[in-house]
């Protein structure tokens, strides 16, 4: 877990990065764990612990 992407790593380059990842997903989650996961035949439901708005997703297969 952590705060930012690439702890460490050059802050210019993260910077370029997270640019670029916050256009090709819907969210990034710092500070943020998986609890549990639930499969089913067309889902994935997710139980997220830390800091989250909603701790159960439900994602596509």
């Known amino acids: ?17 997270s640019r670029r990842l916050k256009e ?3 969210a990034i989650h710092f500070n943020t764990g998986i609890k549990a996961l639930e ?5 994935v439901h997710v139980t997220l ?6 701790s159960q997703q439900s994602f596509d297969r």
Do not use: K, P, Y
């Not at 952590?2 to 910077?15: C, H, I, K, M, T």
């Not at 612990?49 to 909603?54: C, P, R, S």
């Open 1 to 17: 877990r952590s705060d930012r992407l690439l702890r460490g790593a050059d802050l210019d380059l993260v910077n370029r990065l």
């Open 39 to 43: 499969e089913r035949t067309d889902r």
């Open 24 to 26: 090709m997903f819907e």
């Open 49 to 54: 612990e830390g800091e989250v708005d909603q």
